[in-house]
């Protein structure tokens, strides 16, 4: 089976990283290779990033509210790149009411604050299982 290849990254101006490198250090332990860009990353930045390092997974970490429009120009980026068979993911401070729109322009998943890192390995591994509480 081949080792999943997963981007964390922090887009925007939102400097708190300490979930993001929990979860990569999470699914690093759980087998997978993983690339953290670090915070302050740009949309152009982090699609770019996850072609070079032909990433099977962008996991976007957003805590700042700009969630929506960061998923979006991701997701715009990857669509005129033709890359759209890399999957994309978020974590951090979601509203509920958020979340079936970001479905609607692709995101997989969302995890929220307290997600158990298994619950993303699993959601990962086997993206046909319902991500937790989301």
Do not use: W
């Not at 997963?6 to 690339?35: C, S, T």
């Amino acid at each position: 089976m081949k080792t999943l290849r997963v981007l964390i990254a922090k887009p925007g101006l939102d400097g708190h990283e300490l979930g993001a490198m929990v979860v990569a250090r999470g699914l690093r332990d759980a087998g997978m290779e993983v690339i953290y860009s670090g915070p302050r990353q740009t949309p152009e930045m982090i699609v770019d990033a996850a072609i070079q390092e032909d990433v099977d997974v962008i996991g976007l970490s957003v805590l700042s509210g700009t969630h929506k429009e960061y998923c979006r120009e991701v997701r715009d980026l990857l669509e005129q790149r033709n890359t759209t068979d890399i999957r994309l993911i978020v974590g951090g401070i979601v509203p509920h009411e958020d979340v079936e729109e970001m479905k609607q322009m692709g995101v997989g998943a969302v995890f929220g604050p307290g997600t158990d890192i298994q619950a993303i390995v699993d959601y990962l591994l086997h993206p046909f299982i319902r991500a937790p509480g989301r």
